[in-house]
């Protein structure tokens, strides 16, 4: 049996103890809460599980310590043994108590099964971890003992195979230098071979290149003469793009000219009007507003030159002096 199936067993134990112990402690508190109700006050029988739970998490306590004890070969002396029986104990007559009292003694046999195995499995468990301790600890000293002497042996085996290797590697050095030197030999027969192929490869490539030094030539000439022609044609389609671009530019300016001219018309043509001598309606007033606004005239003035309120001109001039109104308002008073 190896460590690894040792150690399957070992978790195997656990898995089953921990399903003992949680099982245990799962049937303990349903039995034990109900007897804890009916012995404490009503006002406090919320209380009744803390008990159950407190014995119980003595009893985890126990058990996890000596599994960890267990592993490290150790032991916790008196002590543990008088928790582990205590709580034991502890939960053998909690569960039993109610049956006892009223003198059922197949309630007492029945309640008495989880706690005697709780008992049981813990000792148990412990006595089994001891002993699966040992076994491994003896398993890992005879492997250990096998890996030293297998490492012996392979130390021996090494030291024979460098032996070994020493001696391929001086007949080996003497084959190399025999074969250098006639390698060495070959090199400069080959060398002389290479030379003279060279100078004959040197001499066609000279003779290639010159070919090809003289197509391209003829071929830079082509190009240079066709990018002239391409460059006099593009040369005119932008000198004509030019002046049509100019063209149009003039046309625009003169448009633009044109334009402020007509709203400079229709501007004084609103403010030569005078005072209204009733309120305008609210389109004919904002344009008279824009006008002037424009035109840097009072607030008082323009109320009086549209006959709307004085509150309601400054509102339209604050509109107007938000940022991007001012091309807005020319075309406002364009529009009429």
Same mark, same amino acid.
């Given at each position: 049996?190896?460590?690894?199936?040792?150690?399957?067993?070992?978790?195997?134990?656990?898995?089953?103890?921990?399903?003992?112990?949680?099982?245990?402690?799962?049937?303990?508190?349903?039995?034990?809460?109900?007897?804890?109700?009916?012995?404490?006050?009503?006002?406090?029988?919320?209380?009744?599980?803390?008990?159950?739970?407190?014995?119980?998490?003595?009893?985890?306590?126990?058990?996890?310590?000596?599994?960890?004890?267990?592993?490290?070969?150790?032991?916790?002396?008196?002590?543990?043994?008088?928790?582990?029986?205590?709580?034991?104990?502890?939960?053998?007559?909690?569960n039993t108590a109610d049956s006892a009292l009223r003198k059922d003694l197949v309630g007492v046999a029945v309640h008495a099964v989880a706690p005697l195995l709780l008992i049981v499995t813990a000792e148990t468990s412990l006595a089994y971890r001891r002993a699966?301790?040992?076994?491994?600890?003896?398993?890992?000293?005879?492997?250990?003992?096998?890996?030293? @002497?297998? =490492?012996?042996?392979? &130390?021996?085996? +090494? !030291?024979? /195979?460098?032996? #070994?290797? %020493? *001696?391929?590697? $001086?007949?080996?050095?003497?084959?190399?230098?025999?074969?250098?030197?006639?390698?060495?030999?070959?090199?400069?027969?080959?060398?002389?071979?290479?030379?003279?192929?060279?100078?004959?490869?040197?001499?066609?490539?000279?003779?290639?290149?010159?070919?090809?030094?003289?197509?391209?030539?003829?071929?830079?000439?082509?190009?240079?003469?066709?990018?002239?022609?391409?460059?006099?044609?593009?040369?005119?389609?932008?000198? @004509?793009? =030019?002046?049509?671009? &100019?063209?149009? +530019? !003039?046309? /625009?300016?003169? #448009?633009? %000219? *044109?334009?402020? $001219?007509?709203?400079?018309?229709e501007r004084a043509a609103l403010l030569e009007r005078g005072p209204a001598q009733e309120k305008l309606p609210e389109d004919e007033a904002r344009r008279i507003v824009a006008a002037a606004f424009v035109s840097g005239l009072s607030v008082r003035v323009t109320?009086?030159?549209?006959?709307?309120?004085?509150?309601?001109?400054?509102?339209?001039?604050?509109?107007?002096?938000?940022?991007?109104?001012?091309?807005?308002?020319?075309?406002?008073?364009?529009?009429?």
């Open positions: 049996m190896n460590v690894v199936q040792t150690r399957s067993a070992e978790k195997a134990l656990n898995v089953g103890t921990w399903l003992i112990v949680c099982g245990a402690m799962l049937y303990s508190i349903l039995t034990v809460t109900p007897l804890m109700a009916d012995h404490t006050a009503p006002a406090w029988d919320w209380t009744a599980p803390i008990l159950p739970l407190v014995v119980d998490a003595a009893v985890v306590i126990v058990v996890k310590l000596d599994d960890v004890l267990a592993r490290l070969g150790g032991h916790g002396g008196r002590w543990p043994i008088v928790l582990r029986w205590m709580t034991g104990l502890m939960t053998l007559a909690l699966i301790a040992r076994a491994v600890a003896a398993l890992e000293a005879e492997q250990r003992a096998e890996r030293e @002497r297998r =490492e012996q042996i392979a &130390r021996e085996r +090494a !030291e024979r /195979a460098r032996a #070994e290797a %020493r *001696e391929e590697r $001086e007949h080996a050095a003497t084959l190399v230098r025999e074969q250098r030197e006639h390698e060495a030999r070959l090199a400069r027969e080959q060398a002389e071979r290479e030379e003279r192929q060279r100078r004959e490869e040197r001499a066609a490539r000279e003779r290639v290149e010159a070919a090809e030094r003289e197509s391209r030539e003829r071929r830079e000439r082509e190009r240079e003469q066709r990018e002239q022609e391409r460059l006099r044609r593009e040369q005119q389609v932008r000198q @004509r793009a =030019e002046a049509e671009q &100019r063209e149009r +530019a !003039e046309q /625009a300016e003169r #448009e633009r %000219r *044109e334009r402020e $001219e007509r709203v400079e018309r109320a009086e030159l549209c006959g709307w309120s004085v509150g309601w001109v400054s509102h339209r001039y604050a509109e107007h002096r938000a940022p991007g109104v001012q091309g807005r308002t020319d075309l406002a008073i364009a529009s009429q």
